[in-house]
């Protein structure tokens, strides 16, 4: 709903309140203000103009040479494109030095040789959006009315020195979707009075009976119509003003009947509807349902076929109108139009609300009608456009109305305690207070004792209940006046666990070295569902499967996604590496439900690293992908927990894989698939690895600690073992940090040789051992010692010797 300030205050004083302190205040007591549109916002210098003469444009075929008057002593010259200019008009002129929307300023200019001192302005270049502008003036300038004052501010003449609120209105509170229904809520909210329009009765020499009848068929649908008889109307264009108004509330001006009819609609919330009397094809009004199959052709120029769905009006033979949605073409108001029937009825909303639907025709007036209008207005705004059409159209409004009234709606009344009221919002409100409160609503109360009982007006059909009491005091009172408390017991924030937390850090870890997630069905097949599974257990199977290929549950998630870099392969993506969290399900007997636990496995196949530059290539092996997994423990503060063991796993390639152990739990594998399994699945080679993730994000980690950097000089030995081959560079590795005490900080392999000049069933693994004491420089002594028993150790335990 498009609310006019300036119009607004013709029923309600809102001096000493601007439009956006306005807005805020209607916001807080519970109606959101979308925004506040300054109409004229950036325009200045548009004053009225009168053109004195035109001739055609020496140069140009399309332009015209203007003489205009702008109230500012000689006429200037003016170039204008505009197709409808003549002389004798007043229109609207930017001047020079004007601003118009976009920050467009006017300046003096030579269009083709010729001066112009300014701009003849269309409504589009004010800012007036194209659907909004009257037909006549929608591909041209506009032309004022000739009692418009030369150099007269030609903004204000519009009517777009005002703002405009733009109320958000939630379906229950129809009530504000009229201007009348505005001032109530501003009124309440001001604690100031409502001023109604008033209403000029007109004598008239004939009554509206002999004209009309009116006969209601549809009851239900229609409980109430009123028709009116306006003679003698000259149709013409409506009061700028009044063109302003509509405007402003996003309805576009036609002729001052439509205008007045759309005036009220806007104003009271009650719609109407203008036949015109002589092309309405008889002297009575039938309201009925349509016959399943009949046609009516709406104003929109298009013909509908209806079903006894639909309530129309009739002429008694065929339908005028589609009953709150859109007038019949055959009784338009045109601009020979002598007499006028006025509609003014009370509609139900699910009936129009049907018909809306049915044939996409939404309107204000439907939109009215199905959230439910005033019944006490239908009357009142018949009687004002009535009125409006006298001062306006020239009319002669007949005596009375002619109706068919079987409307039975009454007021709500409801009672609420005082105590109730205090206790759902919290307060000490005394009973004066939520008197005062329903008397700036106007509603009507009584009390007894504590027991306040409202009759609510049929302006307001949202209220039916106390709680909605309750909520109008809420709003009135303030609800930034409501007392806050904070809850008794202590609360906890919502925050991340541990184990959210750690899990981010892996999925975060797994991307950053290049892979990416994939999310795979957790069902498989019988044939997949077992393979390279952690824990061997029964498949679960589902009851109703959607395919064999979908029947059982997993109990790995490393056969999903090698199905993925087939996948991926088969589609010239040659080098893969994907990775996923998720679940696997253990069966627990066939009368409980599975253990369902949190994996992480990843597949990795291709180039890992490419450099056609330089000419690098690094196709993916069992280290790389042991390398991610040793950062991964490292980022988890497990690097020193994890072992990797040399094992033999089902489906994996025998000599490069290894299981992972935490603790010396046994927590997942490592390793390339096996070559038979590759070659099955049209694979190069791959490798995988699969882990608990519960195991590993739920292991306690000690607490962070840091080391002061170096500040003596360490010592460095190297070393080459000569051991069998079966013995691996793990097991060494153990043994020399065991031995090597506190001084020896880091251990790495550095050469592994197997050559021709080592003895049969012998290999030779080189270690880089370094020393260092963070408290003082080390001597040759103190790392022979250490050293030493390094090398007894690994002789003992390994049967190491060392290379000569």
Request: aromatic share 6%.
């Given at each position: 709903?498009?609310?006019?300030?300036?119009?607004?205050?013709?029923?309600?004083?809102?001096?000493?309140?601007?439009?956006?302190?306005?807005?805020?205040?209607?916001?807080?007591?519970?109606?959101?203000?979308?925004?506040?549109?300054?109409?004229?916002?950036?325009?200045?210098?548009v004053v009225v103009g009168h053109v004195?003469?035109?001739?055609?444009?020496?140069?140009?075929?399309?332009?015209?040479?203007?003489?205009?008057?702008?109230?500012?002593?000689?006429?200037?010259?003016?170039?204008?494109?505009?197709?409808?200019?003549?002389?004798?008009?007043?229109?609207?002129?930017?001047?020079?030095?004007?601003?118009?929307?976009?920050?467009?300023?006017?300046?003096?200019?030579?269009?083709?040789?010729?001066?112009?001192?300014?701009?003849?302005?269309?409504?589009?270049?004010?800012?007036?959006?194209?659907?909004?502008?009257?037909?006549?003036?929608?591909?041209?300038?506009?032309?004022?009315?000739?009692?418009?004052?030369?150099?007269?501010?030609?903004?204000?003449?519009?009517?777009?020195?005002?703002?405009?609120?733009?109320?958000?209105?939630?379906?229950?509170?129809?009530?504000?979707?009229?201007?009348?229904?505005?001032?109530?809520?501003?009124?309440?909210?001001?604690?100031?009075?409502?001023?109604?329009?008033?209403?000029?009765?007109?004598?008239?020499?004939?009554?509206?009976?002999?004209?009309?009848?009116?006969?209601?068929?549809?009851?239900?649908?229609?409980?109430?119509?009123?028709?009116?008889?306006?003679?003698?109307?000259?149709?013409?264009?409506?009061?700028?003003?009044?063109?302003?108004?509509?405007?402003?509330?996003?309805?576009?001006?036609?002729?001052?009947?439509?205008?007045?009819?759309?005036?009220?609609?806007?104003?009271?919330?009650?719609?109407?509807?203008?036949?015109?009397?002589?092309?309405?094809?008889?002297?009575?009004?039938?309201?009925?349902?349509?016959?399943?199959?009949?046609?009516?052709?709406?104003?929109?120029?298009?013909?509908?076929?209806?079903?006894?769905?639909?309530?129309?009006?009739?002429?008694?033979?065929?339908?005028?109108?589609?009953?709150?949605?859109?007038?019949?073409?055959?009784?338009?108001?045109?601009?020979?139009?002598?007499?006028?029937?006025?509609?003014?009825?009370?509609?139900?909303?699910?009936?129009?609300?049907?018909?809306?639907?049915?044939?996409?025709?939404?309107?204000?007036?439907?939109?009215?009608?199905?959230?439910?209008?005033?019944?006490?207005?239908?009357?009142?705004?018949?009687?004002?456009?009535?009125?409006?059409?006298?001062?306006?159209?020239?009319?002669?409004?007949?005596?009375?109305?002619?109706?068919?009234?079987?409307?039975?709606?009454?007021?709500?009344?409801?009672?609420?305690?005082?105590?109730?009221?205090?206790?759902?919002?919290?307060?000490?409100?005394?009973?004066?207070?939520?008197?005062?409160?329903?008397?700036?609503?106007?509603?009507?109360?009584?009390?007894?004792?504590?027991?306040?009982?409202?009759?609510?007006?049929?302006?307001?059909?949202?209220?039916?209940?106390?709680?909605?009491?309750?909520?109008?005091?809420?709003?009135?009172?303030?609800?930034?006046?409501?007392?806050?408390?904070?809850?008794?017991?202590?609360?906890?924030?919502?925050?991340?666990?541990?184990?959210?937390?750690?899990?981010?850090?892996?999925?975060?870890?797994?991307?950053?070295?290049?892979?990416?997630?994939?999310?795979?069905?957790?069902?498989?097949?019988?044939?997949?569902?077992?393979?390279?599974?952690?824990?061997?257990?029964?498949?679960?199977?589902?009851?109703?499967?959607?395919?064999?290929?979908?029947?059982?549950?997993?109990?790995?998630?490393?056969?999903?996604?090698?199905?993925?870099?087939?996948?991926?392969?088969?589609?010239?993506?040659?080098?893969?590496?994907?990775?996923?969290?998720?679940?696997?399900?253990?069966?627990?007997?066939?009368?409980?439900?599975?253990?369902?636990?949190?994996?992480?496995?990843?597949?990795?196949?291709?180039?890992?690293?490419?450099?056609?530059?330089?000419?690098?290539?690094?196709?993916?092996?069992?280290?790389?992908?042991?390398?991610?997994?040793?950062?991964?423990?490292?980022?988890?503060?497990?690097?020193?927990?994890?072992?990797?063991?040399?094992?033999?796993?089902?489906?994996?390639?025998?000599?490069?894989?290894?299981?992972?152990?935490?603790?010396?739990?046994?927590?997942?594998?490592?390793?390339?698939?096996?070559?038979?399994?590759?070659?099955?699945?049209d694979l190069k080679d791959t490798y995988?690895?699969?882990?608990?993730?519960?195991?590993?994000?739920?292991?306690?980690?000690?607490?962070?600690?840091?080391?002061?950097?170096?500040r003596f000089p360490s010592i460095t030995?190297?070393?080459?073992?000569?051991?069998?081959?079966?013995?691996?560079?793990?097991?060494?590795?153990?043994?020399?940090?065991?031995?090597?005490?506190?001084?020896?900080?880091?251990?790495?392999?550095?050469?592994?040789?197997?050559?021709?000049?080592?003895?049969?069933?012998?290999?030779?693994?080189?270690?880089?051992?370094?020393?260092?004491?963070?408290?003082?420089?080390?001597?040759?002594?103190?790392?022979?010692?250490?050293?030493?028993?390094?090398?007894?150790?690994?002789?003992?335990?390994?049967?190491?010797?060392?290379?000569?």
């Amino acid at each position: 709903m498009f609310v006019s300030y300036k119009w607004l205050q013709e029923y309600v004083d809102l001096s000493g309140i601007t439009a956006e302190e306005l807005a805020e205040k209607i916001t807080k007591s519970g109606i959101e203000v979308e925004g506040v549109e300054t109409l004229n916002e950036g325009i200045k210098g548009v004053v009225v103009g009168h053109v004195l003469e035109r001739e055609q444009h020496p140069n140009a075929d399309k332009l015209s040479k203007c003489l205009v008057d702008i109230g500012e002593g000689d006429p200037v010259q003016i170039i204008c494109g505009a197709p409808n200019v003549e002389k004798g008009q007043k229109v609207a002129v930017a001047k020079v030095g004007a601003v118009l929307p976009g920050n467009f300023k006017i300046k003096r200019a030579k269009l083709r040789g010729e001066e112009s001192h300014g701009m003849i302005c269309s409504l589009q270049e004010l800012g007036i959006e194209s659907k909004l502008i009257a037909k006549e003036y929608a591909e041209g300038i506009f032309v004022f009315p000739n009692d418009a004052q030369v150099g007269e501010d030609a903004i204000a003449l519009l009517n777009r020195d005002d703002q405009v609120l733009e109320l958000g209105l939630t379906p229950n509170r129809s009530d504000c979707l009229s201007m009348i229904g505005v001032a109530y809520e501003v009124a309440a909210i001001l604690g100031r009075e409502v001023k109604l329009p008033s209403i000029e009765k007109h004598p008239a020499s004939e009554k509206a009976s002999n004209y009309i009848k009116v006969r209601v068929e549809a009851v239900d649908d229609n409980p109430l119509y009123v028709a009116k008889v306006i003679k003698n109307v000259k149709i013409a264009p409506s009061p700028l003003w009044m063109q302003g108004r509509l405007m402003a509330a996003g309805i576009r001006p036609h002729n001052n009947v439509v205008d007045i009819t759309n005036y009220v609609l806007l104003e009271y919330g009650q719609p109407l509807h203008a036949f015109d009397y002589d092309r309405f094809g008889s002297k009575e009004i039938v309201v009925r349902r349509a016959k399943d199959g009949e046609v009516i052709e709406t104003l929109d120029d298009v013909k509908r076929e209806l079903t006894s769905d639909h309530l129309v009006i009739t002429n008694g033979t065929v339908p005028v109108a589609l009953a709150g949605v859109m007038g019949g073409a055959n009784s338009e108001v045109q601009a020979d139009t002598t007499t006028v029937l006025l509609e003014s009825a009370y509609f139900k909303g699910a009936t129009v609300r049907k018909a809306s639907k049915d044939h996409g025709l939404r309107s204000e007036a439907s939109a009215r009608f199905e959230k439910g209008v005033d019944p006490n207005r239908v009357r009142a705004a018949a009687e004002r456009a009535a009125d409006l059409m006298a001062k306006y159209a020239g009319g002669e409004v007949l005596e009375g109305t002619v109706e068919a009234d079987h409307l039975q709606i009454e007021p709500a009344v409801i009672s609420v305690t005082l105590e109730k009221i205090k206790r759902v919002l919290g307060t000490d409100l005394t009973i004066k207070q939520v008197e005062d409160i329903f008397a700036r609503l106007q509603f009507e109360t009584t009390t007894d004792n504590e027991q306040i009982t409202v009759t609510v007006p049929t302006r307001r059909g949202d209220i039916t209940i106390e709680e909605d009491l309750i909520e109008e005091v809420a709003r009135l009172y303030g609800y930034d006046n409501l007392p806050k408390t904070l809850p008794i017991s202590s609360s906890t924030p919502g925050k991340l666990t541990d184990y959210q937390k750690k899990r981010r850090i892996v999925r975060r870890f797994l991307e950053g070295a290049g892979l990416y997630q994939a999310v795979t069905y957790s069902l498989t097949s019988e044939e997949k569902a077992g393979q390279y599974a952690l824990e061997k257990r029964e498949p679960i199977k589902l009851s109703m499967p959607m395919s064999e290929d979908r029947s059982r549950l997993r109990l790995s998630i490393v056969p999903q996604l090698l199905e993925v870099l087939k996948y991926n392969l088969a589609r010239q993506m040659d080098s893969v590496a994907v990775y996923e969290i998720g679940s696997v399900f253990l069966a627990n007997g066939s009368d409980e439900l599975p253990e369902e636990r949190e994996h992480v496995a990843a597949a990795v196949t291709g180039l890992w690293h490419v450099h056609s530059w330089q000419g690098e290539k690094k196709p993916v092996d069992f280290f790389v992908l042991k390398g991610i997994l040793e950062g991964l423990f490292a980022r988890l503060g497990l690097e020193n927990d994890i072992e990797f063991r040399k094992a033999i796993v089902d489906g994996m390639h025998p000599g490069r894989t290894a299981e992972v152990y935490l603790k010396g739990k046994r927590a997942g594998f490592i390793g390339q698939i096996h070559p038979n399994i590759q070659k099955e699945m049209d694979l190069k080679d791959t490798y995988v690895f699969e882990l608990s993730l519960k195991m590993i994000l739920e292991a306690e980690t000690a607490p962070l600690h840091y080391e002061p950097i170096p500040r003596f000089p360490s010592i460095t030995r190297d070393i080459a073992l000569v051991v069998e081959k079966e013995k691996t560079a793990g097991e060494l590795e153990k043994i020399i940090k065991e031995a090597g005490g506190n001084l020896l900080k880091e251990v790495q392999v550095f050469d592994l040789y197997e050559g021709e000049h080592m003895e049969p069933g012998k290999k030779s693994i080189a270690f880089s051992l370094k020393y260092y004491d963070p408290e003082r420089t080390l001597t040759d002594e103190d790392v022979s010692k250490a050293h030493e028993n390094v090398l007894q150790a690994v002789k003992e335990k390994a049967g190491a010797i060392l290379r000569g």
